[in-house]
């Protein structure tokens, strides 16, 4: 990833990071699960960050792996 997108991929997850823990904490019931499903939103988005519309898109796809996150957890035995 080019240094540009580096910072701003950090800024956005920055500022997304508490309420993307917060959605998943109410999702699942537990503070640890939410932040591993943060976490994990946060590294799908990172992979696919030159392909996400910016301007419209970030905020929905972001959410949309937290979720997706949060239901792989609780498929895991």
Aim: charged share 30%.
């Amino acid at each position: 990833m080019k240094a540009p997108d580096e910072a701003e991929f950090t800024e956005f997850a920055a500022n997304s990071i508490r309420r993307l823990r917060r959605t998943a904490y109410l999702m699942c019931g537990d503070w640890h699960r939410a932040e591993d499903a943060a976490q994990d939103a946060l590294v799908k988005v990172y992979r696919r960050w030159h392909r996400i519309d910016r301007t419209q898109g970030l905020n929905g796809y972001a959410q949309k792996c937290l979720v997706t996150a949060v239901f792989d957890q609780a498929r895991r035995p």
